[in-house]
C-alpha cells in the first residue's frame, strides 16, 4: 500500500466532478486501500478521491476513535433531511483550519461497498457531516465554500504563504 499526496486548497483539482466507478475491480480495491492507508496516517477521519487528485466516486470514512471501523463508499447518492446544525469542520485538504459548517442532521445514503455490493444505511450526528462533507469533494465543492468570502480569502492566502515557504 501507498500514502498518496493530498493535494490542497486553492488548488484548482479540487474543482474536479468526479466520474462514476464503472466496475469495483483490483484497481479501485488498491485506490480504497492507499486512500485508507493515507487517511489513517494523515490521522483523518474522511478522504475523498479527489483529494488525491483521483476523480472517480470513491469515499472511505473512519470516525472511530481506534481506527479499526472503515467505511468505503463507491458510487454514493444522498438524501439529506431534518433539521440544520452547526459543527466546526476541518479538511485534509486545508490543513490546519477549522469553522463552523451549516448541514442538515440526517443523511440516507445508498452505495457501493469495497466488494462492489450495494447497502443503504442512515446515519445522523458526526458520520452524517462527514459523508456529505466527502460527497461534496467528489463534485468539486469544499468546506471553505461555505464562508464568508473574507474567511474564505483569508485562509487561501495563508495556505499559499506556508506552502511558499514549504517550497
Ligand atoms: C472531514 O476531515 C470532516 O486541518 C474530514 O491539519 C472534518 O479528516 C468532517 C485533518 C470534521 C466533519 C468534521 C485536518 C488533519 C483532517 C487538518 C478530516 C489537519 C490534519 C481532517
Ligand atoms: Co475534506
Known amino acids: 500500500m501507498t ?6 486548497f ?4 479540487l474543482r474536479t466532478k468526479a466520474a462514476p466507478v464503472a466496475a469495483v475491480d483490483a484497481a479501485i480495491d488498491q485506490l480504497v486501500g492507499d486512500m485508507l492507508e493515507t487517511l489513517y496516517q494523515a490521522p483523518g477521519i474522511g478522504l475523498a478521491a479527489t483529494q488525491v487528485n483521483v476523480h472517480k ?8 476513535k481506534d481506527g479499526d471501523d472503515p467505511l468505503v463508499l ?9 433539521e440544520l446544525l452547526e459543527t466546526q469542520e476541518g479538511c485534509l485538504s486545508v490543513p490546519g483550519f ?4 451549516t448541514r442538515r442532521e440526517h443523511t440516507h445514503v445508498q452505495a457501493l461497498d469495497r466488494q462492489g455490493k450495494p447497502f443503504a ?7 452524517s457531516v462527514c459523508i456529505q462533507h ?8 469544499l468546506f471553505v465554500d461555505y464562508l464568508s468570502s473574507l474567511k474564505r480569502s483569508r485562509i487561501q492566502k ?3 504563504k506556508s506552502r511558499r515557504a514549504a517550497a
Do not use: A, F, T, W
Request: proline share 8%; hydrophobic share 40%; with cysteine.
Open 57 to 64: 466516486r470513491v469515499i472511505v470514512i473512519d470516525i472511530s
Open 121 to 127: 444505511m442512515d446515519v445522523d450526528g458526526l458520520l
Open 3 to 8: 500514502i498518496l499526496n493530498v493535494i490542497s
Open 158 to 160: 495563508k495556505l499559499l
Open 98 to 101: 477549522y469553522e463552523p459548517v
Open 10 to 13: 486553492p488548488d484548482p483539482r
Open 74 to 82: 463507491i458510487n454514493p447518492q444522498l438524501e439529506v433531511s431534518g
Open 134 to 141: 466527502e460527497c461534496d469533494h467528489l463534485q468539486g465543492k
